[in-house]
Each structure stands twice: as structure tokens, then as C-alpha cells.
């Protein structure tokens, strides 16, 4: 089992940035791909980045490509989630999860999820 606990998320205003963490405990996040998705109210929840478990392949939604970099320090068991240029519609709960699949940007590609940081920029 891998626990993950997202945080760094707040309030921001439209073109400023946040820098997202996922921390894992349990067995090591190495081991597994990692994505972040969000989920907006009344909204569907949305693949937004991802990183094989080596770090050398990243994804990303086209919405986000160029002002979100994901991360990952394996020694340090995290994933990040640089995000700069924020939008009003980049509000919403921001998730990590870990998974098996490589390059899946499918949520139930992914076993392991966070409870949930808060993004909310203001226009």
C-alpha cells in the first residue's frame, strides 16, 4: 500500500503560481508512475500531468503545456507540481495518484490517490 498527501495548494491571483507536492508513505513512490488530476465542481475529474517512474518521461494535458512542470525526487519519495500563469479555470481539487501504468492518463489507471489540495485563483 502507498499512502500519498498532497499539499500546496491556496489562493492565488490569475498569473501567479503555486508549487504542488506529493509525499508518499509506505511503500516507495519509485515504484509507480505518478499523475495529478483535478476535478472542478459539477465538473468530470481531468488528467493534468504525468511522470513515469524514472522521471525521464513527463505528460501533460494541452490546457497546461508550458505553464505546469511536474517533478519527481525519488530519494525524497515526491512528486511535484510546479504551476505558473495560473487561470481562473485552473480552479479546482488537485489529486496525485500512483499507478502501474506508465503514460495512462485515464483515472482508473491509477490505484493509489490523495485526499485533495485546493487550487483556487481569483481573475
Known amino acids: 500500500q502507498v499512502q500519498l498527501v498532497e499539499s500546496g495548494g491556496g489562493l492565488v491571483q490569475a498569473g501567479g503560481s503555486l508549487r504542488l507536492s506529493c509525499a508518499a508513505s509506505g511503500r516507495t513512490l519509485s515504484n509507480y508512475a505518478v499523475g495529478w488530476f483535478r476535478q472542478a465542481p459539477e465538473k468530470e475529474r481531468e488528467f493534468v500531468a504525468g511522470?513515469?517512474?524514472?522521471?525521464?518521461?513527463?505528460y501533460y494535458v494541452d490546457s497546461v503545456k508550458g505553464r505546469f512542470t511536474i517533478s519527481r525526487d525519488n530519494a525524497k519519495n515526491t512528486v511535484d507540481l510546479q504551476m505558473n500563469s495560473l487561470k481562473p479555470e485552473d480552479t479546482a481539487l488537485y489529486y496525485c495518484?500512483?499507478?502501474?501504468?506508465?503514460?495512462?492518463?485515464?483515472?482508473?489507471?491509477?490505484?493509489?490517490w490523495g485526499q485533495g489540495t485546493q487550487v483556487t485563483v481569483s481573475s
Open positions: 495518484a500512483g499507478g502501474q501504468t506508465s503514460g495512462s492518463t485515464d483515472y482508473w489507471n491509477y490505484d493509489y
Open positions: 511522470i513515469n517512474w524514472s522521471g525521464v518521461s513527463t
